[in-house]
């Protein structure tokens, strides 16, 4: 599976549209991360925690736009976006969009 | 009374940690940057001569807090307007830092330059009342890599 966020695949001729697919996720962190990102409040600096939880579900949207796109019977994604929202305080919901398409 | 002596300790604490974090945390960004000032970024959507190269999905995203002098002197400024430095380097920092982590993704699978490079900014942790307690910079683009 080619995954790109450019209107084509490098290399490689389209042969045939399959439309969107798309994959979501929302997580929310423990208790414990919170805490810890309420003390980093007071003092600044990367909240680690919350770097790897986003990382996590954002590789997890994409796999479940792999996913969709494999059950289409695609072979590549193109023109992949993200986007992040918060849906209620502690929880985030991350979204990959993109073009199904078959490529020789 | 208390209120005030604890308020002036996490001032005071914000500003001590809060500074020496971001002193740090620069260094590091200028340092790391030298070292993969060899791998290109461009916001370009054409990738010239692309039969020649193999094209795959590269992300770096980073969380950063503001510290509670950031915020209070942030919370000055909102009274008067004007430019919030205080922000404004915070959101610097998580940029750079968000490209420095995909050019480290990019150079993991051998790619020499990404393209299309996409930059999303958004809060996702609500301090107290309005102020953003923690902001995510996600850099994501597609890594070139020579057949």
């Known amino acids: 599976m080619i995954v790109t966020n450019i209107e084509a695949v490098p290399g490689k001729q389209i042969v045939k ?22 003390l980093k409040n007071i003092f600044g600096g990367e909240l680690r925690g919350y770097t790897e939880l986003l990382t ?18 695609a072979n590549a994604v193109i023109n992949v976006r993200f986007s992040t929202s918060s849906v209620a305080a502690g929880a985030a919901e991350l979204f990959a969009y993109g073009t199904a398409v078959v490529v020789e | ?81 004007g430019r919030v430095s205080s922000y404004e380097s915070l959101l610097e920092r998580g940029r750079r830092e968000a490209i ?14 990404v393209w299309n490079i996409r930059l999303e900014t958004s809060s996702i942790y609500k301090g107290s009342g309005q102020s953003i307690g923690a902001v995510e910079v996600l850099a994501y683009g597609t890594a070139a890599k020579t057949r």
Request: proline share 1%; hydrophobic share 45%.
């Open chain 1, 56 to 73: 996590e579900s954002r590789e997890e949207a994409v796999q479940r736009m792999i996913d969709q796109a494999k059950a289409v019977g």
């Open chain 2, 1 to 81: 009374m208390y209120d005030l002596i604890i308020f002036l300790v996490l001032l005071l604490l914000g500003y001590v940690f809060g500074q020496r974090a971001e002193k740090r945390h620069f260094k590091s960004i200028i340092e790391r940057e030298k070292q993969l000032r060899d791998i290109l970024v461009f916001s370009e959507r054409k990738i010239p001569e692309a039969d020649k190269v193999e094209g795959t999905l590269v992300c770096g995203s980073v969380v950063i807090s503001v510290d509670f002098f950031k915020r209070f002197v942030a919370g000055l400024r909102n009274l008067v307007g």
């Open chain 1, 17 to 38: 549209h399959l439309g969107l697919v798309s994959g979501n996720t929302v997580r929310s962190k423990h208790a414990g991360r919170d805490i810890m990102a309420g």
């Open chain 2, 100 to 113: 420095l982590r995909l050019k480290e993704e990019a150079r993991e699978r051998g790619a020499q330059s």
